[in-house]
């Protein structure tokens, strides 16, 4: 039973550097999240799906991409690593009736 | 844009006590009310939810809901040590409008011996 399943648990990049955080469920959710949480501070949605293929931003969305080609997957993409994403970030799954999400282990990032 | 306020504490507690934490939503379409333990660097677990009006007991947990009040409120009976963690509060619409939870900025709970 393994719920939402991220990688890697922790990541040093470079400025300028891009790298991938991984993310999969298999509760078949529909919904799927990413998160950035800063210390002492909530959490703060980057970027949703409703569903394969279906994207939208959140509320910090600039400096991140993602996709989501299957129901299973939604992988975040940083692009040009900048000192201000250095974050835990958290990737959740909720299903449409219910509501409640679930969370990933987490991806601790720092950049420098 | 949708707003959740809690008090970001810390609120001490002394062992074997009563915690009530509190969590207030702008939004009066919210329908459905979420409680999240989060243990330092760990991530988010749910512990209650509840969609209606009232009481809804759980162990030692119990969520009240005042939706006119736009309220919602965890207790913790008979706290624990290990009950000490970051404590979120998250309300969703209704269904038809976005399903994506807003989260507060979390309460921290200090259960001391």
């Not at chain 2, 009040?69 to 970051?86: F, G, K, N």
């Amino acid at each position: 039973n393994a719920g939402v399943t991220q990688t890697p648990k922790f990541r040093i990049l470079k400025i300028g550097q891009s790298m991938t955080l991984q993310c999969t469920q298999d509760m078949n959710h529909n919904y799927m999240y990413w998160y950035r949480q800063d210390p002492g501070m909530g959490l703060k949605l980057i970027y949703y799906s409703v569903g394969a293929g279906i994207t939208d931003k959140g509320e910090v969305p600039n400096g991140y991409n993602v996709s989501r080609s299957t129901t299973e997957d939604f992988p975040l993409r940083l692009e040009l690593a900048a000192p201000s994403q250095t974050s835990v970030y958290f990737c959740a799954s909720s299903d449409r009736s219910r509501g409640e999400a679930f969370f990933g282990q987490g991806t601790r990032l720092t950049v420098v | 844009q949708k707003e959740v306020e809690q008090n970001s504490g810390p609120l001490s507690v002394p062992e074997g006590a009563i915690a009530s934490l509190n969590c207030t939503y702008s939004d009066r379409g919210s329908q459905s009310f979420f409680w999240y333990r989060q243990y330092s660097g760990k991530s988010p677990e749910l512990i209650m939810f509840i969609y209606s009006n009232g009481d809804k007991e759980d162990g030692r947990f119990t969520a009240q809901l005042n939706k006119a009040s736009q309220y919602v409120s965890l207790l913790i009976r008979d706290s624990q040590p290990s009950d000490s963690a970051t404590y979120l509060c998250a309300v969703k619409e209704a269904a038809g409008g976005s399903y994506i939870p807003t989260f507060g900025r979390g309460t921290s709970l200090i259960v001391h011996p």
